[in-house]
């Protein structure tokens, strides 16, 4: 591999907890080429420990400032593994974008400015790669008065936009997220609600499974039409953008109302699976239904793509529109966050903006990320 090219690392542990995705990119003439892309599960013990710092505990602080070490590590490895893979030295790559994991989440606490925390040790990450890393990109978004989420819509643009049509892409991550890539240029773009999270919840304490591959399990059972109706009843649905959400609001005490409210804990698990499949589904494509009634292509990305039974789903929800996945269109569903944070990195180190106000609410253009020099 060309080690004189710029080379960017992306890093991404979303908010399924799945693991930590990477890829190895370089950016030439506005277009994003990912020459690599790995993957390194989260340790089971770890995983847990993030998992239960999206809710309060004891010794919090401590808890928190060690798992950010260990993730750190994590990155850290995948970045060793995709560098001896490229055969490139660490001095070849330019910067490596570090997301973090979002542990809270309230870009508007209180009415006012709030706050967005991802856990991460950056410092840690440079020292043991002995690559510049940038992260922590959501806090200046938030400080302008934005969400500081979603941020990949600029790079949804960039990357699959088309002149002259209106062309939306679904992200399908713990969270979901759509970007409305209009055909004047414009874009907006929100989160909708949960895609995986509350599944891949749902999943494990009856299957014992981490996700439901394919949504097979789901395809088994059948929609409970009272719980539906009142998860779609859930005002996060209905308000206008912007908006962003995460575990803080659709976390396992969320869904535990949901079926107590509607007399549904004896259903059985399948059913309840359907049932959460069928609100990914229709609280994304009433979203693109009612921001973009124009649009005929879906690029849908994130590891729901590889859920078959909701992109059939989705399909079915929205006829008339062409359901792709981003494969299709030059970048794996795996692979798009995570190059994401690799242009995210790049656009911080060239000292330009990335955060799209018309999608956060922000003030205005920002620089987003801080820099942790090799
Ligand atoms: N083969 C598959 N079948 C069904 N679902 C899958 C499959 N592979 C992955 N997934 C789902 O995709 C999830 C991971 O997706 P992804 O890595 O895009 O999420 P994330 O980046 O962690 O989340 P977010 O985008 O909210 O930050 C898994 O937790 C699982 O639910
Ligand atoms: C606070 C936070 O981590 N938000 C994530 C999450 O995962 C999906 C959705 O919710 C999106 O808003 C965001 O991630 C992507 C990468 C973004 O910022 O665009």
Redesign the pocket.
Same mark, same amino acid.
């Given at each position: 591999m060309d080690s004189r090219a710029r080379w960017y690392f992306g890093l /991404?542990s979303?908010?399924?907890? *799945?693991g930590i *995705?990477g890829v190895l990119a370089e950016f030439s003439e506005g277009k994003c080429r990912v020459a690599l892309h790995g993957s390194a599960p989260l340790a089971p013990d770890l995983r847990a420990e993030l998992l239960a710092l999206n809710t309060s505990g004891n010794d919090e602080l401590h808890r928190a400032a060690l798992a950010a070490n260990a993730l750190a590590r994590g990155y850290a490895g995948l970045v060793h593994g995709l560098l001896a893979q490229a055969g490139l030295p660490p001095e070849a790559v330019h910067a490596i974008g570090a997301h973090g994991q979002t542990v809270r989440h309230r870009p508007q606490a209180f009415g006012g400015t709030g706050y967005t925390l991802q856990l991460n040790n950056p410092a840690l990450l440079a020292e043991c790669t002995g690559i510049t890393v940038v992260a922590d990109f959501r806090s200046r978004d938030v400080a302008a008065g934005g969400q500081g989420a979603p941020l990949v819509p600029a790079f949804h643009q960039g990357v699959f936009g088309q002149a002259g049509r209106t062309v939306a892409v679904l992200?399908l !991550?713990?969270?979901s997220n759509l970007s409305i890539l209009r055909a004047g240029g414009g874009v907006l773009g929100f989160d909708c609600g949960p895609a995986?999270a509350l /599944?891949?919840h749902w999943c494990e304490r009856h299957t014992g499974r981490p996700?439901?591959?394919? !949504?097979a399990w789901a395809r088994s059972g059948r929609p409970i039409g009272a719980l539906l109706h009142a998860m779609l009843a859930e005002p996060f649905l209905a308000a206008p953008p912007p908006k962003s959400t995460g575990r803080d609001l659709f976390n396992p005490r969320w869904l535990a109302r949901q079926l107590d409210g509607t007399g549904s804990g004896d259903a059985s698990p399948q059913d309840v699976q359907a049932t959460l499949a069928e609100f990914t589904a229709r609280s994304c494509a009433q979203e693109l239904r009612r921001h973009a009634p124009e649009c005929g292509l879906l690029i849908v990305c994130?590891?729901?793509a590889?859920?078959q039974y909701l992109m059939e789903r989705l399909q079915a929800l929205l006829p008339g529109v062409g359901v792709e996945d981003s494969g299709c269109h030059g970048l794996p569903p795996?692979q798009v966050?995570a190059a994401a944070f690799a242009w995210l990195a790049r656009q911080c180190m060239a000292g330009e903006a990335a955060n799209l106000p018309s999608v956060t609410g922000a003030r205005g253009a920002r620089i987003l990320g801080a820099i942790y020099p090799a």
């Open positions: /991404m979303g908010t399924s907890l *799945d *995705d992200n !991550g713990g969270i995986n /599944m891949d996700y439901d591959a394919a !949504g994130g590891g729901g590889l859920n795996l966050e």
